[in-house]
Antibody, heavy 117, light 107 residues
Framework: EVQLVESGGGLVQPGGSLRLSCAAS????????MSWVRQAPGKGLEWVAD????????VYVDSVKGRFTISRDNAKNSVYLQMNSLRAEDTAVYYC??????????WGQGTLVTVSS | EIVLTQSPATLSLSPGERATLSCRAS??????LAWFQQRPGQAPRLLIY???NRATGIPARFSGSGSGTDFTLTISSLEPEDFAVYYC?????????FGGGTKVEIK
């Protein structure tokens, strides 16, 4: 069974940092692009970042460029999101997802990040 | 940036009725469009990929159509578990974008 499990969310002060992790199982992780998508409370979905299967290239939404870094460790079947200089507007549930057939499938259960003083 | 506009924002229907959801792109995305369902408190679930292909385990009452800039998700006969929010997403070009969502609610 394909499974994605996120961790690392929590409460952080504005300007702080947090590193999210996503552990994958049930498929050949190194063959797939991986994504992070977020959802602010009561709002819609927003794509955050993608990373190539070999980890050599990451792509970001403009609002997080220069602050967030996506990375992966194919030996550990894991993808990460390093979030620096966090702002209140980064408060959201963060989901990781595998790219399959040019779509996000499946999704993890999400991890909540709250940026507040 | 490709903007996806979903309509209507809310669809009020009864179980057994047909639901037709629209997603319009500001420029062509070919067939690189997916549909997702999100129930309250749950992660999104892929329904349709590449505009018209049902994902694994998705019932046949869900169907997708369209290409270029105009796409439709149809639920042929609503079941109680289908009342949820539906999102489209394009994967033709970065930044990847989602539509604002259509809430299908019980009338």
């Amino acid at each position: 069974e394909v499974q994605l499990v996120e961790s690392g969310g929590g409460l952080v002060q504005p300007g702080g940092s947090l590193r999210l992790s996503c552990a994958a199982s049930g498929f050949t992780f190194s063959n797939h692009w991986m994504s992070w998508v977020r959802q602010a409370p009561g709002k819609g979905l927003e794509w955050v970042a993608d990373i190539k299967p070999d980890g050599t290239e990451g792509v970001y939404v403009d609002s997080v460029k220069g602050r967030f870094t996506i990375s992966r460790d194919n030996a550990k079947n894991s993808v990460y999101l390093q979030m620096n200089s966090l702002r209140a507007e980064d408060t959201a549930v963060y989901y990781c997802a595998r790219d399959e057939f040019r779509a996000a499938y499946p999704w993890g259960q999400g991890t909540l990040v709250t940026v507040s003083s | 940036e490709i903007v996806l506009t979903q309509s209507p924002a809310t669809l009020s229907l009864s179980p057994g009725e047909r639901a037709t959801l629209s997603c319009r792109a500001s420029q062509s995305v070919g067939t690189y469009l997916a549909w997702f369902q999100q129930r309250p408190g749950q992660a999104p679930r892929l329904l349709i990929y590449l505009a018209s292909n049902r994902a694994t385990g998705i019932p046949a009452r869900f169907s997708g159509s369209g290409s270029g800039t105009d796409f439709t998700l149809t639920i042929s006969s609503l079941e109680p578990e289908d009342f949820a929010v539906y999102y489209c997403q394009q994967r033709n070009d970065w930044p990847l974008t989602f539509g604002g969502g259509t809430k299908v609610e019980i009338k």
